[in-house]
Every structure is written in structure tokens, then in C-alpha cells.
């Protein structure tokens, strides 16, 4: 047997890990390069963070329709092609608003008073123009994890794609293993920009090797005929004998049809109520270690985010093969093993509401703790985008992808954007501002990592609720 479809999954991988590093670049690089040049606050970065989780969840709508019509192939990418022009041209905002601003330099901009109106003016204009990329960014990277999972569907069995989709979905984790290792460096010692740029070309290389090597596995050179055989296994045997969903594969499923469907609503209902935790850590976690004393230049934080991401990749990882252990080894049905390994997942988060009050004690408790949590989310989200393969045809998978990450967004968008009001305004209030007995920002914080804490749980007991068995699609 050829072995082609891991080298597929390691194409996978390193489109997420890029995917991840072009989204890290600004949340590595404002709290102690970008914000001192443009003079921003926590409020606005929140802005641009959540408008960006909202357009991301929009387009998303659109993004796994759009693989789905174009191909896998053509599809990708475009889409990787997209999203790095996005993360190059942030590299641009500094140079037209000065031009906007009507001054000369960066140190012109940074001289400027703080709280003056030309101070305001300055952080209007970037903000804008950041966001502007940011949509650009967020149009590319929209096309991702709809294509990725429908490769996965396509080169691997119903048994294996849980643990194929935890491989190439630890690409999060290692892209931001790595940003805060490369990241700081590029923009401390060449600027802020050419981290942008350096990491934003990244892209255009895994395209062209994409081209090269990618077809789908029946008309594939790589792949031999007993690979073959053994990835269309799902389609010959059946110990259950269940319905097949590929007995009319041909057929396009509309976006409204998808919406007919309690399968469809478990997804969006896994997606929309945790996907925000992650992006959550993703974009605050060095700015909360700088909030802790430690920013995000000195060695500490790059230990601390280093060792936050070490623990999500690995634990994520063996998360993904879980379900094939319950299958192979317990004998249970695939989607049963996949619920009771994403019930495991769940349980991980819980601990992030001790993250805040274990701070005081050392920092490594909420690097180990946020870290889980982390972990706990990644194998919950790989096992949750392999549902869709299990009750969906693989004419729908991108689509439905596309649906569920839209839904993500918007929970992405709504922490994000009450996560910024919510620091400024209990910085603001300083110690009247309360909560489990943590005053002041600290209390902000504490107040998101209980929710963090929850969301999993109550999202696999109403996933449980809509689809308490294995049920494909019939049509």
C-alpha cells in the first residue's frame, strides 16, 4: 500500500500552521510595537479583532459553498493565495497613515501626545486600515478549514479522520508554538512590518506545492490501488449496515437545504458556543502574560506561550486518536467513540476558571491551565468537524463546514469585542470593579475564563440532545 494520504495530511498541516502564524503576527506584535506607534488601546484592538471574527463568520457562509463549487484543489488556493496578500499588505498601514496624518515618520507618530486629537486621529486611521486588512486576511483564511475537511473526508476512512483531522488541526497549535519563538524576533529586529511580510509569503510557496501534488485519490499518481481501496473502505463494508450517504453523491446541497437538518444544528451548536474560547487565547493570551508583567519581547513570555502551545499540540493530538482507540479496541461505533472522547474534551476547559486566582501563586498555573484548555478545544474541534463527514455526503461537507465555522465567528466576534470593552472599562473603574473577589482588569479577565469554563460542556449536552444517535443523511 502507498501512503500518500499522510502526505496529504501534511500539506494540511502546514496550511493551518500558516493559516495560524498570519493570524499571530498582530496579536504578537501591537501590545509592545504596534499600539506604541498608532497609540491604541485594549478597546481598540478588540474592535479589530472582533470585526474581524464577524467577517470572518460571514463569509464563511459563502467560503464552504464556494469550495464546494469550485474544488478542492482550484479552491485552496485560491484561498491560501487571498489570505496571504491580506498578511502582507498590513505591513502598508504604517506608511499611509503617515501619509493620512500628515506626518513623516514613525517617531513623528509615536511623539505625539497621548489623548491629544491628533493622537486620536492617528489611531482612527490605523485602525481602519488595519481592519481593512484584517478582511482581507479574513476572506483567504475563511476557505481553510471548509477545504481541509472535505481532503480529509476524501483521503481517509470514517475510522481515521478524527485522528487525521487532529494531525493537520494541530497546525493551530504549532503556528502559534512558533509565533511567539519568530515573531517577536522579526519585528524587534527588523520592524513590525517585515514580520508581516516574511510571514505573509509564507503562503504562496504551499500553493504551488499544493498544485504540483494534489488530485483527488481515484485519479491521484501517487496513490496505488490498495490505498484506494483501503480509503473507499467505508464504502464496502458496514458492520451495522447502516444507510449509505453516497448513494446519490452527485447531488449539490443549497445552503438553505443544509438548514433542514438537526445534524446541521449540532454542529452549529458545537462550533458556535466554543469556537470564541479558542480565538479567545489565541489573541489574548500574550497580551494577558504582558498584563502579568511579562511582554511579549522578554524570554519569559516567549517560555510561557511556547509551553502553552507545546501542551495544547501534544494533548490534541492523542485527543484525535481517541475515538479510533474506542472503535478498534472497544468495538463502539464510530460516532459513539466520537461523542464520548468529545465528552472527555469538554471537562478539560473547566479548569480555566482556577487560572486567574492560581496567577497570584506562580504564572506557570494559568500557562498550564490555559494551555489545557486549549488542548481540550483543539481534539473537541477535531472530532466535532469529523461528525460532518460521519452524517454527511462528501458533496455537502465543505458547505456545512463553511455554515458551522460562520457560526464560530460570530461567538468568536462576541468575545472579542465584549472582551475589549470589558478590560478598558474594568481598567478604568480600577478596584470598584468586582468580581469572585478579583477586582479591577484582573476581574475581566476572570469573568471570560467562566465562561471558557462552561461553554463545552452545555455544548455537548444540547449536541447530545439533537442527535443522540448515530444518524446519516438520507435523501
Wanted: net charge positive; charged share 15%; glycine share 8%.
Amino acid at each position: 500500500m502507498s501512503y500518500f494520504r499522510w502526505v496529504i495530511c501534511a500539506l494540511l498541516f502546514v496550511a493551518t500552521t500558516v493559516n495560524y502564524l498570519d493570524r499571530q503576527v498582530l496579536s504578537l506584535t501591537w501590545k509592545d510595537f504596534i499600539a506604541v506607534d498608532f497609540h491604541w488601546n485594549d478597546n481598540n484592538y478588540g474592535n479589530i479583532t472582533s470585526i474581524f471574527s464577524i467577517f470572518y463568520a460571514f463569509i464563511s457562509l459563502f467560503a464552504g459553498k464556494f469550495i464546494d463549487w469550485m474544488g478542492t484543489k482550484k479552491g485552496y488556493i485560491w484561498a491560501i493565495v487571498i489570505w496571504s496578500i491580506g498578511a502582507c499588505l498590513h505591513a502598508a498601514c504604517g506608511m499611509v497613515t503617515m501619509k493620512l496624518s500628515g506626518l513623516e515618520s514613525i517617531d513623528a507618530l509615536r511623539a505625539v501626545e497621548k489623548g491629544s486629537q491628533i493622537a486620536l486621529t492617528i489611531s482612527t486611521i490605523s485602525v481602519w486600515l488595519f481592519l481593512g486588512c484584517r478582511i482581507i486576511l479574513a476572506t483567504g483564511e475563511a476557505g481553510n478549514f471548509p477545504a481541509a475537511i472535505k481532503v480529509t473526508a476524501e483521503y481517509f476512512p470514517k475510522k481515521d479522520r478524527a485522528f487525521a483531522t487532529s494531525i493537520f488541526n494541530a497546525g493551530a497549535s504549532v503556528g502559534a508554538l512558533a509565533a511567539p519563538l519568530i515573531i517577536p524576533f522579526l519585528a524587534k529586529s527588523m520592524g513590525w512590518e517585515m514580520a508581516f511580510i516574511i510571514i505573509g509569503s509564507i503562503g504562496f510557496l504551499w500553493a504551488g506545492a499544493w498544485f504540483k501534488l494534489y488530485d483527488s485519490p481515484s485519479k491521484s499518481r501517487f496513490v496505488n490501488s490498495y490505498e484506494l481501496k483501503y480509503i473507499e473502505s467505508d464504502k464496502e463494508t458496514s458492520v451495522l449496515k447502516e444507510p449509505s450517504t453516497e448513494k446519490n453523491s452527485g447531488r449539490k446541497f443549497s445552503i438553505v437545504d443544509c438548514f433542514k437538518y438537526r445534524q446541521t444544528w449540532a454542529f452549529i451548536v458545537g462550533k458556535l458556543m466554543t469556537d470564541g474560547v479558542w480565538w479567545f487565547f489565541l489573541f489574548w493570551a500574550p497580551a494577558y502574560f504582558s498584563e502579568l508583567g511579562y511582554p511579549s519581547t522578554s524570554g519569559m513570555a516567549q517560555l510561557l506561550i511556547f509551553v502553552l502551545y507545546l501542551i495544547v499540540t501534544l494533548v490534541s493530538i492523542i485527543g484525535g486518536y481517541l475515538p479510533k482507540y474506542f472503535v478498534e479496541k472497544k468495538g463502539m461505533h464510530p460516532y459513539s467513540g466520537r461523542m464520548r472522547a468529545m465528552f472527555i474534551f469538554a471537562c478539560l476547559p473547566v479548569f480555566a476558571m482556577f487560572a486567574q486566582p492560581l496567577a497570584s501563586v506562580s504564572i506557570w498555573w494559568p500557562c498550564v491551565i490555559i494551555g489545557l484548555a486549549g488542548a481540550g478545544h483543539q481534539a473537541w474541534s477535531a472530532n466535532l468537524y469529523s461528525t460532518i463527514g460521519d452524517m454527511f455526503p462528501k458533496t455537502a461537507i465543505a458547505t456545512i463546514t463553511g455554515i458551522g465555522t460562520m457560526f464560530g465567528g460570530l461567538c468568536s466576534f462576541l468575545i472579542n469585542k465584549c472582551s475589549g470593552k470589558l478590560f478598558t472599562h474594568a481598567e478604568e473603574l480600577g478596584d470598584a470593579f468586582t468580581f469572585f473577589g478579583v477586582t479591577g482588569k484582573p476581574a475581566g479577565y476572570m469573568m471570560v475564563f467562566c465562561y471558557c469554563a462552561v461553554a463545552y460542556i452545555l455544548a455537548w449536552v444540547i449536541m447530545k440532545i439533537l442527535v443522540p444517535k448515530y444518524k446519516p443523511i438520507e435523501y
